[in-house]
Each structure stands twice: as structure tokens, then as C-alpha cells.
């Protein structure tokens, strides 16, 4: 049997490069919370199915649970630790506590990522392109409403 | 074992040629790993660097779709919404954004599920596909290609570098729809895709359709050339028998065979509806499933 083969590469999280030595099929999800450490993103169905583990790769929302860690090299990953600045939080993450958009919070940082992308992108989105943007990512708490509303609270300013 | 990102097309061959395996997105390579599907293979070359397998070009009376070209990309392409709607309809059904991000053509349509979704258009629109080894390249059709549920006809060291889909004409028009239980992250239950060409009175110059998720690979609709001269209810109602006559569907955790007979006829004629009225020159918005409430609810 062949033994795993360990790849060193840079990984560049948040602006900062991690060099990790990881086995060739390690997901990127797996190497940001256990190597890295950062642990805001996480690992829900492990099946490109619920957008937990969405990170930004290049600005543009990717599942890093299907996503091989020796893929990213050389591309920049922002987690959900990077988008606050510096102690504050980002407006949407105000907005979302506000709204009551957060409620177990395993969905959240996630939806974060796919939200932040999609304002970049288009900073007005109707309500339905607010939609399409998190139909990514699944929340089981709070029946989306609320994190619509923040995610529309957020695009007017607020 | 070994892992290696290609720098040019000619690296990515020569490494397939010693038996390395290509991953672009990964989704379904990653994916199909841990549901013990295929183990990861042992050599891995990464090819989503190829920016030249990245573009979409018009060379002479045909499109050439590099392989890397996302499903975010088709789905906005104006061109390609434009000439090849049915191909657009479905790569904005596929997933969700990010599946959308990574997913490219290349791999949907090498992946070869039964249930993919851009495979029916692309076959109604005459898709080729090009493989690249050492060797050389060649181009065969999509109906060589797919031997059944995730097998095709291209060798181990074959890349898919391109789809190749010729021009179509003037009054004609694709559309691809699909039955769905929820709107994003879906697998079509079955769909239909039609591409049709209108005489210049409206009636129907000539039809393909194709079907998803109903047989071991996408299935082209056999003897739609009696549809021909047909115009409005009586085309959709004649392809919906046809279809449900000659879908071979199985029954699973999404739907019973039964049910998906029965759909795949409602598909076609409602695909067939939304490719005539494209064709006479109405725009509908893609993805038709959305556009004219097809499918899931909200």
C-alpha cells in the first residue's frame, strides 16, 4: 500500500502565508481548521452540500470541503477571520446579530462568506439575487428571513 | 504517488501519459472520494491553471468551449445565452454558486452521471468533444463518449480539452429544463432538453431532444423527425409520448421509475415549448426552470 504523500506548500489565509506539509488529498477545510487553527470556518455535511465550510478562493465563494488543501497554493483564501477589521466586526456581522440572523451559528460563517461575495460583486442585490447568492448554504435555525434582511440592511448602508 | 500543477497543456498530457489523473474543481473527483466511490488517484495533476482551456472562442462556423470554462461563466456568457440557451439553462441549475465557481464542462461532461445537467443541451446542440493525449487529438461525438453511468469511451491518457458545437441557424432555438424538488444543490429527478428550427411560417423545420437521468447515459430522443411541420400543442403533445415511450428509468431514493417516465414526457414538451418560442425570437430568461416557474417552488 502506498504511503500518503506529504506535499509542503505556502498557503496565504487572510493575507498571511501558512507553510503546511499535508498529505496530497487533505480537503482545504481540514488544513485551514487543523493545521492553520483557524477554526471560524466550518465542516458541516463534508459533501459540497451546506456551505459551512465556505471560504473565499480569489474573492469567489468555493466549498473547501471538496476542494484539495494542494490546490490553493499561490491563490489568496479569506476566511471568516478576514473579514473583520482589525476589533470590529463587519457590517453584515453587526447586522446579522441585530436581525437575529444567528442562532446555533454553525451556518453563519459560512453564509458570511458567500454574502461578502456577492456584495463585492453586486452591492445592490434585489431579494432574489440575495437568495440565489446563499442558496449554498443551509441554515436549519432561523427560516433565512432574518439573514436576508441583514444581508439587505448591510447593501443599504447599514 | 505524486502532485503536480500543469503549466501547459503539453506538461498535463505528459503527466497523464505516465498515469496521472486530472483535477480542475475537484467537486466531484473530491467528493466521490470520500463516499468511497474512487479513492483519490495516487498522481494528481491539477490543470485549472490552463488558461488557455479556459476560454470560449468563435473559430470559423463553430464555438469552441475550452474544458476549464465554469458553469458561472456559461450561465452569463451573452453568447452563449444568446446561440446556446439550452447550455446556459442548465449550468445555472447546477449546484449553487460555488459548485458553480469550480464545476467546469470539462468535468461534467467527463464525469459522465446520467443526471448531469448540461449533457442533454449540448447533445441537442451537436456537441463534439476533443480529447487531447501525447498522441495527438482527436474529436468524437458525445453519444461515443458516454458508455454508461460514469464511463466513457476516452482513453487513460485522453485529456477533454474542448466542446466543439457548430452554428446553429437562423429560427432556431435550445432550452433545457429539468423536474427538481428544491431549487439550488440538485440533482435532476429528469430533464429534457429540446433544440428546435422553424420554417418561416412557424412550423417545425426539424427537432432534437435529449433526455437526462432516464437511461445509463443522457439519450437522444429517437424519430422526432415526425414532429416535423407540426406547430404548437399538437408538437408538444407528439414528443411527450415519444419521450416517456422511450425512456428506460430506474427507480431510487429521488423517484420511482414510473414517475419518471411519466416527467421526462412533461420535460420534453415543455422544453420543446421553450425552444419554439426562442427560436421565433422570444427571450426568456435563464434558466427557463426559473423563468417559467418549472420545478421547485421557493
Redesign the interface.
Known sequence: MNVPLKVSVDLTVNGVDYPVTIDQGRNLVSVIRGEIGLTGTKEGCDDCECGACMVLLDGRPVNSCSYLAVQAQGRLITTVEGVMDGDDLHPLQRNLLESGGVQCGFCTPGMIMSATALLARNPHPTEEEIRIGLSGNLCRCTGYAKIVAAVQATAAGS | ???A?ATSLADAIALMAEGARP?A???DL??G???GKAP?P?A?V?I?RLDELAEITVEGPTLRIGALVTH?TLMAHPLIGNDYSGVADASALV?????R??GTIGGNVMNASPAMDTGAPLLVLGATVELTSIRGIREISLDALWTGPGRTSALHDELCTALILPTPSARSGSAYVRLEYR???EIAVVGAAAMVHLDADGTIASVAVALTAVAPTIIMVDAVHALAGLAGPAAGIAIAEVASKQAAPISDVRASDNYRRHCVGVMARRALEAAVRRASGESIAIPVNRALGIGAA?
Not at chain 2, 449546484?95 to 459548485?99: A, I, L, M, N
Open positions: 504517488m505524486s502532485f500543477i483535477v474543481g475537484g467537486s473530491v467528493v472520494a470520500r463516499h483519490l495516487d494528481i491539477a485549472d458561472a449546484g449553487s454558486p460555488s459548485t465557481n469550480v431549487r439550488a444543490m421557493r
